[in-house]
């Protein structure tokens, strides 16, 4: 991580963007984690992308088994600046990756032995897991599956829109993981890492400037 780097970029934009970087930074977690497994609908991955940053969850997994499209920026509504989008290829390599990063992985399931929001454990690190619009989270997910969440729900319909269970799902749990005494903060050098990367994309020609700075100090 070159901090000069950042300091370098910063100083091309505003105070009030700069503060706003911190501000905004300070409330993100990496203590929780959202995985989509090939949703056909791109605006609703979009939509969950919109709600990770809303809710300040940095990172978005997403995976691409079946479907590879683009995320739709009408919808994300600038998100995808702001939000880590890691991509896989299959389902079991997302899965893998998370468990190598000490997350237990949660699916999202309206399952009889799935927990209620106001019953779950924030206190472990979780990567939530949502499916398909029609028919859910593959086998592979739901074996997987260190726990099950669901929402509480008392009408005739079964399910959600996966961006309406998402945001509710984060809403509800990031609520809860701020109001206790769980460490959710990224690190010093997390957050130095993702303002860089904000940085350059909010800077004009911030290629450019980086290439003149690098040759600058050689």
């Known amino acids: 991580?070159?901090?000069?780097?950042?300091?370098?970029?910063?100083?091309?934009?505003?105070?009030?963007?700069?503060?706003?970087?911190?501000?905004?930074?300070s409330k993100?977690?990496?203590?929780?984690?959202?995985?989509?497994?090939?949703?056909?609908?791109?605006?609703?991955?979009?939509?969950?992308?919109?709600?990770?940053?809303?809710?300040?969850?940095?990172?978005l997994h997403v995976i691409e088994e079946k479907v590879s499209k683009k995320i739709d920026r009408e919808i994300a509504m600038g998100a995808?600046?702001?939000?880590n989008v890691d991509r896989h290829n299959s389902t079991k390599e997302c899965i893998d990756?998370?468990?190598?990063?000490?997350?237990?992985?949660?699916?999202?399931?309206?399952?009889?032995?799935?927990?209620?929001?106001?019953?779950?454990?924030?206190?472990?690190?979780?990567?939530?897991?949502f499916g398909k619009e029609k028919e859910g989270l593959s086998d592979i997910v739901l074996e997987a599956a260190d726990g099950y969440l669901k929402i509480p729900m008392y009408g005739f319909t079964e399910s959600l829109n996966i961006s309406v269970s998402a945001a509710i799902i984060l809403q509800t749990l990031i609520t809860r993981l701020k109001d206790s005494n769980v460490d959710w903060e990224l690190s010093a050098p997390e957050k130095n890492e993702i303002k860089l990367d904000w940085a350059k994309k909010s800077v004009k020609s911030s290629i450019k400037i980086i290439k003149r700075y690098k040759n600058k100090i050689k």
Not at 16 to 22: C, G, I, P, T
Not at 35 to 45: G, I, K, P, R
Not at 101 to 125: R, V, W
Request: aromatic share 10%.
């Open 1 to 25: 991580m070159d901090n000069q780097l950042l300091e370098h970029l910063l100083s091309f934009l505003t105070d009030r963007r700069k503060n706003l970087f911190d501000e905004v930074i």
């Open 28 to 59: 993100r977690t990496r203590h929780f984690t959202v995985a989509t497994e090939d949703v056909y609908q791109l605006h609703n991955t979009s939509a969950v992308m919109r709600s990770c940053d809303v809710f300040g969850v940095q990172d």
């Open 80 to 83: 995808q600046k702001w939000v």
């Open 97 to 129: 990756n998370l468990k190598e990063n000490g997350y237990q992985i949660i699916a999202t399931t309206p399952h009889n032995n799935s927990n209620e929001l106001k019953d779950f454990d924030i206190s472990k690190k979780s990567a939530f897991f």
